[in-house]
């Protein structure tokens, strides 16, 4: 079974400009989360979709992030603009349900703000 | 907005030695997982705990449920270096949503 799948593995760009995150979740996984973890933290939570639909974004900085799942199959996540303190590892986790099911997470995206 | 604790944040022991983590909140959680995370890697499941009281073991792991489901123990015998990581308390409201992850305990087993 493949897993999550998530791309760019790495990023680097300057503040004020734009960037997006790409994940593919597992095959049949209804709920999809996107996470931001800063250094040394426990992944925080910014948005979390049921099928195509957002049931959780009460931490997503509305202002500058945005993310959306087309056909409650892949997800995009975008920042813009990015500032200094965007800089982290963003997680994408897949589930079959919400709740207590296991959640599977891709290798992230590293995420540097310069 | 349920918030999740962890103690300690940083925990060093030789190879073979006993060890436990703490995941504590003032809020009830319908269920607590556990997850290990590895440099590079995202987190990885290791428990699910539901019932209040619950114990379970994996292997040399031991988990616990606190009765009145708002704090969890993970206990490791003879710790061992594979077991180097960073351990994360995680839970959610009874609806499945507000998700919310402890900041952590990094696990350092030196051989």
């Known amino acids: 079974e493949a897993g999550v799948a998530q791309s760019p593995r790495y990023k680097i760009i300057e503040k004020r400009q734009s960037v997006a995150f790409w994940c593919n979740p597992i095959?049949?996984?209804?709920?999809l989360y996107w996470y931001q973890q800063i250094l040394g933290q426990g992944p925080k939570l910014l948005i979390q979709?049921?099928?195509?639909?957002?049931?959780?974004d009460s931490q997503l900085p509305k202002d500058r992030f945005s993310a959306e799942r087309l056909k409650g199959v892949d997800s995009t996540l975008k920042i813009q603009p990015a500032k200094l303190e965007d800089s982290a590892v963003y997680l994408c986790?897949?589930?079959f349900g919400s709740g207590y099911y296991e959640q599977y997470f891709g290798p992230g995206t590293r995420l540097t703000v310069t | 907005t349920q918030l999740l604790e962890q103690s300690p944040q940083f925990l060093s022991i030789q190879e073979g030695e006993n060890l436990t983590v703490y995941c504590n909140s003032s809020?009830?959680?319908?269920?607590l997982q556990w997850y290990r995370q590895e440099p590079g890697e995202g987190p990885v499941l290791l428990v699910t705990?539901?019932?209040?009281?619950e114990v379970k073991k994996l292997k040399r792991l031991t988990f616990q449920f606190g009765d009145a489901r708002k704090d969890s123990s993970l206990h490791i015998t003879a710790a061992q270096p594979g077991d180097t990581g960073l351990y994360l308390c995680?839970?959610?409201?009874?609806?499945?949503?507000?998700?919310?992850f402890g900041p952590g305990t990094r696990l350092s087993v030196l051989p």
């Open positions: 979709f049921q099928n195509n639909g957002v049931v959780d």
């Open positions: 809020s009830v959680f319908s269920s």
């Open positions: 705990v539901v019932t209040g009281g």
């Open positions: 095959s049949g996984h209804a709920t």
């Open positions: 986790a897949s589930s």
């Open positions: 995680a839970g959610g409201d009874n609806y499945g949503q507000n998700f919310v």
